[in-house]
């Protein structure tokens, strides 16, 4: 079965529990059980492809709440009778299995649930059009993923949904420069994986692509938005690990903070090379009060025909 303008649709293969509708994109688990409700979607999914979710209806009764995650087992080759009760420790206790529950703050009906999973092995979640920071880390990108949702406890119904049809969605236009939405200044705090404890980040870097197989993309209504004018879609860029040593990096590698006691020597490079032709949007989320006494300057930017891989640190100057 072929999807709609890139909306997955759930697997034929998921967990006994589990009900899924007539166009697949439906999965709804039997009130009088908590488990046994592990799903997949159909096909694999693209690096940076959202994966998004609707939370349809919900209990009070049980514990816990919907998991999601990754897998590179391929569910064609599994049997439904044979899939364990929980995604998580069952599965995710063996090779090639990914998955978290999500807060329980974000459990309610109505909730838009999505993720996506970056070149990195992180699985970023955004809910309601807000960026919730990463989920996941280490997932193995080394071949096909499959995206796998368990209905589990008080999480009794998802579906699939396109956000781009939804009512109150966040369009960011594009005629020839980027408006960001005015929410956009409020800052926002992100889970560093390295250490589990969130980071308030100075730079997010995302560009501007269109993904060859796009999904699901969390936007939210401007009223400055015009029909003549095409949705822009942002795919996170990850920032290089070579960087200049006032650089605390963190969000795998998609937010760069510069150490407070410091001012220069704060260079970020792309984790990869820009194509011609490409946008890199690039997110001030935080700034540091004015100081007359320093040098305080602000935010550069540029292009250079060097690989980041070939420096070395240390003999990075001060300034550009």
Not at 26 to 47: G, H
Not at 55 to 80: C, E, N, Q, V
Not at 190 to 212: C, V
């Amino acid at each position: 079965m072929d999807c709609d303008d890139g909306v997955l649709l759930f697997h034929s293969t998921h967990g006994s529990h589990v009900r899924l509708s007539s166009d697949k994109r439906r999965a709804t688990r039997k009130t009088d059980k908590y488990y046994k409700a592990i799903c997949f979607s159909y096909r694999p999914v693209s690096i940076n492809e959202r994966v998004s979710l609707k939370i349809i209806a919900a209990a009070s009764k049980w514990d816990g709440y919907l998991r999601i995650g990754f897998t590179r087992h391929d569910p064609s080759k599994m049997k439904s009778s044979a899939l364990p009760r929980f995604v998580c420790p069952d599965l995710t206790e063996k090779p090639g299995y990914w998955a978290k529950e999500i807060p329980l703050r974000f459990a309610a009906n109505d909730t838009l649930i999505s993720f996506y999973l970056t070149a990195s092995g992180g699985v970023m979640l955004n809910v309601n059009g807000e960026d919730s920071g990463c989920l996941l880390g280490d997932v193995d990108t080394n071949g096909p993923v499959w995206a796998m949702i368990d209905v589990y406890g008080n999480t009794v119904s998802v579906e699939f949904v396109d956000v781009r049809l939804a009512e109150n969605v966040r369009l960011v236009t594009y005629s020839g420069s980027i408006s960001l939405p005015a929410e956009s200044n409020t800052p926002t705090r992100y889970e560093d994986r390295s250490n589990h404890t969130a980071a308030s980040p100075q730079a997010i870097a995302a560009p501007i692509r269109q993904i060859s197989t796009p999904a699901i993309v969390q936007v939210q209504q401007s009223q400055e938005m015009r029909p003549s004018q095409p949705v822009v879609r942002y795919t996170p860029l990850p920032f290089h690990p070579i960087t200049g040593r006032s650089v605390i990096m963190s969000g795998v590698h998609t937010i760069a903070e510069r150490r407070p006691d410091e001012v220069t020597n704060a260079y970020v490079f792309t984790d990869r090379p820009l194509c011609c032709g490409e946008t890199l949007t690039i997110e001030i989320v935080s700034t540091s009060p004015l100081d007359e006494e320093l040098d305080t300057g602000g935010l550069a930017f540029g292009m250079t025909t060097c690989d980041p891989a070939t420096l070395n640190p240390e003999e990075l100057p001060d300034d550009p």
